[in-house]
């Protein structure tokens, strides 16, 4: 063996020596363009078109003739059998897959030579008769073959496919061409944030793209991720919420607008986190948390009939062993009403509470009765919630950014949307009195740790406040969360194409 065959190991070996072939019979090994083929799943939908002739006098036992449609399809193999003279392909495109009978005496030498060099992962064209084999399968039946791209390492047979879940993310490429049903998925993911735009379109928003280097770190409490800009000599971050932006575009007479982007926080790794994610932020001049219901609801409804298959209106989803009814309107119940519910506790025992929290293992040391309250109802009450439901109206002291009930201003005009446990949108009445949210933000901020996303107030949002920002309602949904829960994935990295992964070990 030579040295180069040693390390490349004896499978890309193999198939780098039929790449020299190929290149041998005259065909680029990479392909060219390849105009006018129809995809898979638009070929299959020409079955219809394939007629029976009966056979002729005297051959009665040949069965009737099949005769079918012109067509040309191009795809990776993803399966391949050889019966002596005969080779049996499955391709694949993002449409669907299909069968190619490939017969010597039909396509000729010169084909069949190339067909002789064809490995699993090759991508390759086909011009053919559409017709149905004996056992009744749709099949294209070559004529022509076309070489459009070889695959020099070995990809994974039928059978064992890709099980290991973290070569699954690592190689997504894989995991797209040979898990059932990924594909689909990230198609969907793309259908739903289409539909959200189109449903914020026909109301009237605007999107816009906001800065994503902050020199404040603010609109959420997170950690966020830090960088440098040499030339001005800054420390920047990557922004942790698209919030206090977009409320900047409302004082300057944005009425109705949105951004759909990428933030980043510089925490945990968990089923429901990722470092990098998807937000939808969404503001209303004019409207407050009660219209943001309304909004949502019509988002998500939109987006299930967005990723479901065309004539499917159930708004009945499957989530794992468990269903979901998104049929609106949603569910609301108060945070208090909730909490007492499911926690056991009156909302207004604050001894009560702090014996519970204490009994759960939290550390309840000069917290605020609030905090020690909201770290109960995550502990108690969000995972019991089967939802959708609205949890509405939370303590304003842990909302800074919230407008308070006119009636009781203890209480702030939020709601969460949540869905067996888990979060999914984020609402508010905006707070827009710049006053009281000066004195909020430095509340909030008073004996944060420097490395807290926000431990420094945002000067420049309060001075925006002051010349004036319309009352309005504010959203944010979780777009990977809402995906989940959309396409039955039990993972946000089953619906995050590349997740952040540890170093591949060697």
């Excluded at 791209?149 to 990809?155: A, D, I």
């Excluded at 944030?193 to 959420?220: D, K, M, W």
């Excluded at 409320?247 to 933030?263: A, H, P, Q, S, T």
């Excluded at 995972?383 to 006119?406: E, H, M, Q, W």
Aim: charged fraction near 30%; hydrophobic fraction near 35%.
């Amino acid at each position: 063996m030579s040295d180069e065959a040693g390390s490349l190991g004896i499978h890309e070996t193999a198939r780098r020596e039929k790449l020299r072939r190929i290149q041998e019979l005259g065909h680029d090994p990479w392909g060219r363009r390849f105009d006018d083929h129809a995809s898979i799943g638009s070929i299959r939908a020409r079955e219809n078109e394939i007629t029976e002739t009966p056979p002729a006098a005297g051959e009665e036992h040949k069965g009737p003739q099949l005769h079918g449609p012109k067509v040309r399809a191009a795809g990776r193999i993803v399966l391949s059998r050889t019966k002596g003279k005969l080779i049996f392909l499955d391709i694949k495109d993002w449409t669907g897959k299909i069968q190619i009978f490939i017969g010597r005496g039909q396509v000729g030498e010169d084909n069949w030579a190339l067909a002789e060099n064809f490995d699993l992962g090759d991508t390759i064209g086909v011009d053919g008769e559409l017709k149905r084999t004996k056992t009744g399968e749709l099949t294209i039946f070559a004529e022509k073959l076309t070489f459009l791209g070889k695959s020099v390492v070995p990809h994974p047979d039928k059978f064992h496919g890709l099980h290991d879940t973290e070569l699954r993310q690592r190689m997504r490429y894989l995991d797209l061409i040979y898990t059932d049903g990924v594909l689909d998925r990230f198609l969907a993911r793309t259908r739903i944030v289409q539909s959200i735009r189109n449903t914020l379109g026909g109301q009237g928003f605007v999107e816009i793209e906001g800065p994503t280097l902050h020199s404040i770190a603010g609109g959420a409490a997170a950690r966020p991720f830090k960088t440098h800009h040499n030339t001005l000599d800054m420390q920047l971050y990557m922004r942790i919420a698209l919030e206090l932006h977009l409320k900047r575009l409302l004082v300057g007479g944005v009425e109705r607008v949105y951004e759909l982007g990428r933030v980043y926080r510089n925490e945990g790794i968990s089923p429901r986190h990722n470092p990098e994610f998807t937000m939808l932020e969404v503001y209303q001049a004019y409207g407050d948390y009660r219209s943001m219901m309304d909004l949502t609801e019509r988002l998500i409804v939109d987006a299930i009939r967005a990723s479901r298959a065309p004539g499917d209106d159930s708004l009945v989803l499957q989530w794992g062993e468990k269903t979901i009814d998104f049929t609106p309107p949603f569910q609301r119940a108060t945070y208090d009403e909730l909490f007492e519910k499911h926690a056991g506790v009156k909302p207004t025992d604050e001894a009560g509470i702090r014996a519970l929290a204490e009994k759960i293992g939290f550390d309840t040391a000069g917290k605020h009765p609030d905090v020690i309250k909201s770290e109960v109802f995550e502990e108690k009450v969000e995972d019991a919630l089967t939802g959708p439901i609205f949890v509405i109206d939370y303590p304003s002291s842990i909302c800074p950014l919230t407008k308070r009930k006119a009636s009781d201003p203890r209480v702030a005009e939020r709601f969460e949307l949540f869905v067996h446990g888990m979060e999914v949108a984020n609402a508010y009445t905006e707070l827009n009195d710049p006053y009281l949210q000066e004195e909020l933000f430095t509340g909030q901020l008073a004996g944060q740790k420097e490395e807290d996303s926000m431990a420094k107030m945002d000067h420049d949002f309060v001075r925006a406040l002051k010349h004036g920002m319309p009352p309005a309602g504010g959203l944010g949904i979780g777009i990977d969360r809402l995906v989940m829960l959309l396409t039955n994935a039990q993972t946000i990295r089953d619906v995050i194409l590349f997740p952040l992964l540890r170093h591949e070990t060697t």
